[in-house]
């Protein structure tokens, strides 16, 4: 089925230890993007794409990175995890139609 | 002050009632979007607007550009409308992904 696929759903760090949340689309969507969500907080932006080979930071980017070399897939990575990154992050790809977001992945930094 | 407010922030209905969300914003957008989220569930685009009104099933969305307003109305309610319902508007200063979102309105309908 066409859009965003998140991986994993679930995940457990321990505190310094870094790893990678992936995110794929088969839309060909030029835009794609990171969120958290945090009780009380809402969603926020962390990194965006417009495209491959361009990335921007959001709202809240420290402590992530991100990278877009195929138009497809959009990886999120946690350097050295931390418990304030305890969430849970959504990818999402948009067109000038509309965004599809990934079902989420929640993250639990001990 | 938020760039993105919605109203209420929880909202109880009985079963069949007429649902209305609210939502206004200060900055200049492109698109308004309504977005549901199910209790522990992934996020789903309900609408994207631009102006007027759009209607899909018992949802309808509504757009008023020059008061920097949105609603969302849900018609004969049903206890399955019960999920966060969540405005965000793509910013007129930004074209490429960006999301600027509200803090959701919790809904539970009740049977």
């Known amino acids: 089925n066409a859009g965003v696929t998140q991986t994993p759903k679930f995940q457990v760090l321990k505190t310094g230890q870094s790893m990678t949340l992936q995110c794929a689309q088969d839309m060909n969507h030029e835009y794609m993007s990171w969120y958290r969500q945090d009780p009380g907080m809402g969603l926020r932006l962390i990194h965006y794409s417009v495209g491959a080979g361009i990335t921007d930071q959001g709202e809240v980017p420290n402590g992530y990175n991100v990278s877009r070399s195929t138009t497809e897939d959009f990886p999120l990575r946690l350097l050295s995890a931390a418990p304030s990154q305890t969430s849970v992050y959504f990818c999402?790809?948009?067109?000038?139609?509309?965004?599809?977001f990934g079902s989420g992945t929640r993250l639990t930094v001990v | 002050k938020n760039e993105v407010e919605q109203s209420p922030q929880n909202l109880t209905a009985q079963e069949g009632e007429f649902i209305t969300i609210n939502c206004s914003y200060s900055?200049?957008?492109?698109?308004l979007h309504w977005l549901q989220q199910h209790p522990g569930g992934g996020i789903v685009s309900l609408f994207m607007?631009?102006?007027g009104k759009k209607k899909h099933g018992r949802l309808i969305a509504t757009i008023n550009i020059q008061e920097k307003h949105s609603s969302l109305h849900i018609t004969a309610s049903h206890p399955r409308d019960s999920a966060v319902y969540i405005c965000?508007?793509?910013?007129?200063?930004?074209?490429?992904?960006?999301?600027?979102f509200g803090q959701g309105t919790e809904l539970s309908v009740k049977p």
């Open positions: 900055v200049g957008i492109s698109a």
């Open positions: 607007l631009s102006s």
């Open positions: 965000a508007v793509s910013p007129n200063y930004n074209q490429g992904g960006k999301l600027i």
């Open positions: 999402a790809s948009s067109s000038p139609v509309g965004y599809t």
